[in-house]
C-alpha cells in the first residue's frame, strides 16, 4: 500500500491497494489521515460501472445521503 512516486498536491491522496479472500480493502493510512477517518466510522460506497467506486468519509456521507433523500421523487431539471 505505498504511495505513488512523488508527492501529491495538498489535499490529494493516491495509492494501489490489494483486495484480501474476503474482498476487503484497507484503507491506506494517508487516506484516512486525509479525512479523519477512524477506526468504527461508517463510510459510504458509491459503486458505477462506467465511473468506478468512491469511498465517502463520514461527514461527506451525512451530506451525500441527506441531498438523495432531498431529490429523490422530485423531477430532475437541468442542473441535477
Known amino acids: 500500500m505505498e504511495p505513488p ?3 501529491p498536491p495538498p489535499g ?5 491497494v490489494t483486495l ?7 484503507i491506506p493510512k494517508g487516506a484516512r ?3 479523519g477517518i ?5 463510510v459510504l460506497l458509491l459503486a ?5 467506486i468512491a469511498i465517502m468519509p463520514p461527514d461527506l456521507s451525512a451530506q451525500v445521503i441527506t441531498h438523495t433523500l432531498d431529490t429523490v421523487g422530485k423531477p430532475r431539471t437541468e442542473e441535477s
Open 48 to 52: 458505477d460501472s462506467e465511473r468506478g
Open 5 to 7: 512516486e512523488g508527492t
Open 12 to 16: 490529494k491522496f493516491a495509492a494501489t
Open 33 to 35: 489521515d486525509l479525512f
Open 38 to 42: 477512524k477506526p468504527g466510522d461508517m
Open 20 to 26: 484480501g479472500e474476503k474482498g476487503q480493502i484497507v
